[in-house]
């Protein structure tokens, strides 16, 4: 059997969001992590990272983690196996550098038309029409960290210049175009079809063709996350920046942390995989 499934407790796998999950939302930083983080790799646990970031985001983060699981991008958009991991034979992808890539929502050219109509009714300003620098501005990244998440191929992040209150009316219109709209840690993303949840299950699938039964955690702190929260056997929310949770998730199996980022996530997964690896 593949070195993919050669675990001591194959039944478990982690999905995470990253920004104020495994990451800090300010610094970007998982350090306080790396005690769950050493366990969870000297026990071959697949951890695979779920988030609204690039793919090129994201493998500056698997490079810094010494991953090789597969991931999920731009709020499901895309799932990326490694091109070394095994794909059962109904698993239509195409080739993108080393990896697989199996396609979830639709690209952002074709919705491009949708989004310009939405602009037409509401303020506010895409990803695509920032520089480098206010990008890097607003989140607080690099510029080069800046530079790659500016390199969006499903999901645009917008900020709504006409303050929150216009926030559920341009979901509402938003949806009436044939576009997701959901809340991230910071901005507004529009996209169509990319579904956390839904890849999330097609990796569940895959992994359960190879090492069935599973036990699945999943951590995240936003709206966007909720989809695949519920696609988990057991949810764990972190607080989002005002000291609440995020609503819509009555998760059977729900623990909901107090803090946020790294630290927050560590405990979390320490107290987890201490009860199912005992």
Known sequence: MDSFFKTPRGKILIFTDLDGTLLDDQTYDFTPALRALKLIRSR??????????TRAEIELYRKGLSLKDPFIAENGGA???????????EYSYETVDEYHEVLIGT????????IRELKEQFQFRCFSEMTIEEIAAETGLTHEQAGLAA????????LLESGPDEEELLCKRAYELGLDCVHGGRFLHLFCGGD??????????????QCSPLTSIGLGDSQNDVSMLWAVDKA???QTRDGGYIEGLDHPDLLKVRGRGPDAWNSAVLSILEDLLS
């Open 236 to 238: 764990v929310v972190m």
């Open 79 to 89: 799932i990326y196996f490694p091109g070394a991991f095994p794909l059962p034979d």
């Open 107 to 114: 690209p952002l050219a074709v919705l491009n038309d949708r």
């Open 151 to 158: 390199s969006r191929e499903f999901d645009e992040p917008i």
């Open 44 to 53: 071959k646990i697949p951890l695979i990272l779920v988030s609204s970031k």
């Open 196 to 209: 956390k949840g839904k890849a999330v299950d097609m990796i569940l699938n895959v992994y359960r063709q």
